[in-house]
């Protein structure tokens, strides 16, 4: 990696999917009967297929998601500085997510799509126990070009951050594969976070090779993505395969807590306790917001994952993907405000 010719100005920038979650509430039985695999994500392929589902659905609540945007949202709300680039389409649903990013202080100039597909929308299905089934049409998300990409703005991210569930369609995945090349030319660490088991199932063979070859810095998986990427039952085995592929591995395991391996060292965290699980959309979202915000910070990996921690659960606490709580004065209250 060559030597940046200018010190960053902001702390993140990612690349991931500009969608809208509609969240609604649904019991078990529900989620059989649409044949749908409980706490996964599936793609729906048509705005037919999307009508057809939400007509089925409760009442729902709208807000702005996708995996790298919630985020970049969670690190501002954290205090850090961050951008996003994403494909929305000239419609009602973009210029809410438009709205609803800028809002939380995050730069997002990546410029509207004419015509058809419509921007993305995430229909979530949340049960009883927290557990959020998710049903993606990805619309105008999945046409990023590489020509949209703003250069200036992802050289002036300390982090580059992408998210596995846009390595899907081809174009914007030579989108992040520019981006890659972007960031590192300029000296600036990529981190990858990789999103759900079907991305893996799909592009495992891309993901291995870009470990393979020194392209990740920071690798974030939960224990069944780490699983799978590593192709083994077997928890220890994959933690040695995977992290001696990259210099910094992050794996969160729910209840379990999450750990990193990296720098020579491994930390481990417990899970930060909550009263009651009511909706694990965007868990991991804002644990990775956490944690690159404590490195954004300079600070140690037990540190970064308590925060991660932190955020996480606070999001766990209540339905949709975005704080709604002060992120900045919580993790002051629980760790000190030399931390925060």
């Known amino acids: 990696m060559t030597a940046p010719s200018t010190d960053p100005t902001l702390d993140v920038v990612a690349i991931g999917n500009a969608i809208v979650d509609v969240l609604a509430h649904a019991d078990d039985a529900f989620i059989t009967a649409e044949g749908m695999t409980k706490g996964s994500m599936q793609l729906m392929f ?36 961050t951008g996003f680039i994403g494909q929305v ?45 998710m049903n993606t049409f990805l619309g105008a998300s999945q ?40 960031a590192r030319a300029a000296g600036r660490k990529v981190a990858f976070t990789l999103s759900d088991v079907f991305c893996i199932s799909r592009h495992g063979d891309d993901f291995r090779q870009l470990l393979a070859d020194g392209l990740v810095d920071i690798l974030f998986a939960n224990e069944n993505e780490l699983l799978a990427l590593a192709e083994t039952e077997d928890f220890q085995e994959a933690l040695t395969r995977v992290s001696s592929s990259v210099p910094l591995l992050v794996v969160t395991r729910s209840e379990q807590g999450a750990l990193a391996i990296g720098r020579g060292e491994t930390a481990t965290v417990a899970a930060e306790p909550i ?35 932190i955020c996480a659960a606070e999001i766990i606490s209540h339905v949709g993907a975005r704080p709604m709580v002060d992120l900045k004065a919580l993790v002051a209250e629980k760790l000190g405000a030399a931390v925060a």
């Open 46 to 81: 048509s705005p037919a297929e999307a009508d057809a589902l939400y007509a089925k659905m409760g009442p729902g609540t709208e807000a702005s998601g996708g995996s790298a945007a919630n985020t970049v949202a969670g690190i501002a709300a954290l205090g850090g500085k």
């Open 89 to 133: 389409a000239k419609d009602q649903l973009g210029e809410v997510f438009a709205h609803d990013i800028r809002a939380t202080g995050v730069v997002f100039d990546t410029a509207a799509r004419e015509g058809d597909p419509s921007t993305a929308r995430c229909l979530i299905l949340v049960t009883p126990d927290g557990q959020r089934t």
């Open 143 to 182: 046409f990023l070009p590489a020509h949209a990409l703003d250069r200036g703005l992802i050289e002036s991210g300390a982090i580059l951050y992408l998210e596995g569930y846009l390595w899907d369609p081809e174009e914007p995945r030579a989108a992040m594969r520019a981006a890659i090349d972007f």
């Open 275 to 309: 009263e009651r699980v009511v909706d694990t959309t965007g868990a991991g979202d804002l644990f990775a917001a956490g944690f690159l915000h404590g490195q954004a910070q300079g600070l140690g990996l037990m540190a970064s994952l308590r925060i991660g921690a």
